[in-house]
DNA sequence: CTTCATGCAAAAGATTTGCAAGTTC
DNA sequence: GAACTTGCAAATCTTTTGCATGAAG
């Protein structure tokens, strides 16, 4: 399957900086550009905002991309990862779920059981106090799973209604 | 398989109570405490202080009473989660880990990333800023999964050397 | 005795891999 | 043209289920 490899497919939508970046780091590895992992970069923009399930994510690269198949999804999610492109997001829940990393800052997750919304949130505190409970035991740390479940305000609403 | 599900089989090391539990929990929903429900506690008790897989808690349940097949622990891990008698400790890793419950307060995990050496640890500052999260954003707390990832003392000093 | 629990074997999913054919550089 | 990728189908692995048999209460 050919596609247009060299045209910069970005719309402003931030895929120009993603294709660069993946670009880059497969050069790296010696490894190459293919339109299948183009679809998948592309339906990672698409999904932006969103928190994905790499069942989500093939869909709509397969949808982009007729023929992507899931074996190559399979196979094209770590390197995105390891390009510093997607990010793990959320590991509650029954899938595990990715988001878009580009030139994002660090942030944790609140998760609504009920109805699965997400909402980001980031505090400087909580961070500091991590830093020092790691020092405190010896450890240095290099990243921190932290997820908030609970019910959102609409789901404690519709209950009580 | 018969066993001495009247004898009690506890030699004080928490078998006892969580035996207690585990019989009250099934008679609430009208299941019945079994020979290889009671090995699946006795080897929670025999990994206590561990951080165990299904996998692990498995092979030493089938250690201890002959013939407890593993989807009787696929069967079973679920009640004992429900009886209040393990819960869940680690997401992050390959394997979900599991850890005894019973009357043990709450607590969080550093986990070291090179050895798997896992600690556990407790703050009250950041459970306190982990609620004014949720409630700035409307949300009702119910639980948390809080995971700091590092490189523990010893491996460091490991890599040093 | 009635109902629940178990083991086995089969089923269902999810993820990985071998390989021939097609692409990228 | 050489080396990397892909899709397909098959192979693995993990978890779940159907069902006849065995226990618990």
């Given at each position: 399957m050919r596609l247009n490899l060299n045209n910069d497919p970005d719309g402003g939508d931030g895929t120009a900086r993603a294709h660069e970046l993946l670009v880059a780091y497969l050069r790296r590895r010696g490894l190459r550009m293919t339109g299948e992992r183009e679809a998948l970069l592309r339906a990672a923009v698409l999904l932006q905002g969103g928190h994905f399930t790499l069942d989500e994510l093939a869909r709509e690269a397969m949808r982009l991309h007729a023929g992507a198949s899931r074996p190559t999804v399979f196979r094209s999610l770590p390197l995105l990862v390891d390009a510093g492109i997607l990010q793990p997001a959320?590991?509650?829940?029954e899938a595990r779920r990715y988001e878009l990393a580009l030139g994002r800052r660090h942030h944790d997750h609140l998760l609504c059981s009920r109805c699965g919304r997400i909402v980001e949130f980031r505090s400087e505190a909580i961070e500091k106090l991590q830093l020092g409970v790691a020092s405190r035991h010896g450890f240095r740390l290099t990243s921190h799973v932290h997820e908030l479940l609970g019910e959102c305000a609409a789901c404690r609403a519709a209950k009580r209604a």
């Open positions: 959320l590991v509650s829940g």
